[in-house]
T-cell receptor
Framework: AQSVTQLGSHVSVSEGALVLLRCNYS??????LFWYVQYPNQGLQLLLK??????LVKGINGFEAEFKKSETSFHLTKPSAHMSDAAEYFC???????????????FGQGTILTVHP | DGGITQSPKYLFRKEGQNVTLSCEQN?????MYWYRQDPGQGLRLIYY???????QKGDIAEGYSVSREKKESFPLTVTSAQKNPTAFYLC?????????????FGPGTRLTVL
């Protein structure tokens, strides 16, 4: 079974600083990986996804993530944080083993990003 | 505009009562999902449905029930058998076609047991 670990339940950065949110996954076969963002009392919005094409994936709002198979990681980065980036971020893995197609996702525990002025 | 709607946004329930959360989508998606979100635990899958009149248990189905009579609707009932129902509930949908298709989420319903 696949699993996702997000290192750090809370990350705090200053406005303009680098944002780095860590995600490590466990999967028996090459996974599909996703980053979602959630603002308070709202649903989840897709930031970006990796589906075995380019290992560096660019998403919305200036975010990007790099798939590193050797490290089983899919860390999310943004060069310069903005106040509007303050939210909770979730990494998720979809295991495509066995040909299933119902799209089950396994989520990490989430990382709350705080941006200080 | 296409999207997923959930109602109500806030719901209060007395212990021992069943309540039903609504989820409607006009994206023409085949697959629909219900997740439960608790602080620090991420999202956990309750039930999912790939097509009309079919649904499967997820990881934490006990105390919940669903129906899928129409493609656009996937209501979730939280029964009195659910011992700790206070949580944020999220509905999602996905086109059943390909592996790379994305799940799209509704705005959520926050359920509080009084």
């Amino acid at each position: 079974a696949q699993s996702v670990t997000q290192l750090g339940s809370h990350v705090s950065v200053s406005e303009g600083a680098l944002v780095l949110l860590r995600c490590n996954y466990s999967s028996s076969v090459p996974p599909y990986l996703f980053w979602y963002v959630q603002y308070p009392n709202q649903g989840l919005q897709l930031l970006l996804k990796y589906t075995s094409a380019a290992t560096l994936v660019k998403g919305i709002n200036g975010f990007e993530a790099e798939f590193k198979k050797s490290e089983t990681s899919f860390h999310l980065t943004k060069p310069s944080a903005h106040m509007s980036d303050a939210a909770e971020y979730f990494c998720a893995v979809r295991d495509n083993a066995g040909g299933t197609s119902y799209g089950k996702l396994t989520f990490g525990q989430g990382t709350i990003l705080t941006v200080h002025p | 505009d296409g999207g997923i709607t959930q109602s109500p946004k806030y719901l209060f329930r007395k212990e021992g009562q069943n309540v039903t959360l609504s989820c409607e989508q006009n994206l023409n998606h085949d697959a629909m999902y219900w997740y439960r979100q608790d602080p620090g635990q991420g999202l956990r899958l309750i039930y999912y449905s790939q097509i009309v009149n079919d649904f499967q248990k997820g990881d934490i189905a006990e105390g919940y029930s669903v129906s899928r009579e129409k493609k656009e609707s996937f209501p979730l009932t939280v029964t009195s058998a659910q011992k700790n129902p206070t949580a944020f509930y999220l509905c999602a949908s996905k086109d059943r076609g390909g592996f790379t298709d994305t799940q799209y989420f509704g705005p959520g319903t926050r359920l509080t047991v009084l």
